[in-house]
């Protein structure tokens, strides 16, 4: 099992595979070219779409919307692997326990009459129809915190790296202005 160490740097250093991984797509994300509202805005999409059941299309139907709305393809790709192979259990089994709460809380009557029509066919299929309204409904309620969490987060992440990029580029030029006029000073007293 992985653990987190000291680095040189004073900072944390990974040993972990999946933290390091994890790390990797951090740095990726954060240092992302194009505008911090866009990547944002594209990353809150691709988590919105990947909340839904459109497992399999959950990332075209991301990348294409985001191109759509000018919004960043990468991040909207990104925002998509809120669903993976270890994760959409769980989203999908939170996503129908909500939408089958709400749908019985809002439709009481139509629930039933629904069952009552579908009797005649087999179990699974019967079930279907509310299980599929169940998960886009919960997909949608959702996904919409979800989405604006991460938009915050996206925001927040991206701005803080260019800061810090910025302010190092900065100290860099400092730096360099300090090491001319020090050459200078020491060329004119010879």
């Given at each position: 099992m992985g653990h987190l160490g000291?680095?040189?740097d004073g900072g944390f250093e990974v040993k972990s595979k999946g933290l390091e991984r994890?790390?990797?797509f951090y740095d990726r994300f954060?240092?992302?070219r194009g505008n911090p509202k866009e990547i944002a805005l594209g990353f809150a999409l691709g988590l919105f779409v990947g909340m839904s059941p459109t497992l399999g299309f959950q990332m075209a139907l991301a990348v294409v919307s985001a191109a759509l709305?000018?919004?960043n393809k990468w991040s909207a790709a990104a925002g998509v692997w809120i669903t993976n192979p270890?994760?959409?259990p769980f989203v999908y089994g939170i996503n129908y326990w909500v939408g089958s709460k709400l749908i019985l809380w809002v439709f009481p009557e139509a629930t039933a009459h629904g069952q009552a029509m579908l009797s005649r066919m087999g179990p699974i299929v019967q079930k279907t129809p509310m299980v599929m309204a169940s998960l886009i409904l919960g997909g949608v309620v959702l996904g919409v915190p979800v989405a604006c969490a991460g938009y915050w987060l996206a925001l927040w992440a991206v701005t803080r790296y260019r800061l810090r990029v910025?302010?190092?580029m900065e100290r860099a030029r400092q730096r360099l202005r300090e090491e001319r006029a020090r050459r200078r000073r020491h060329t004119k007293a010879s």
């Open positions: 000291k680095g040189k994890l790390r990797r954060v240092s992302m709305l000018g919004w270890i994760t959409a910025k302010a190092q």
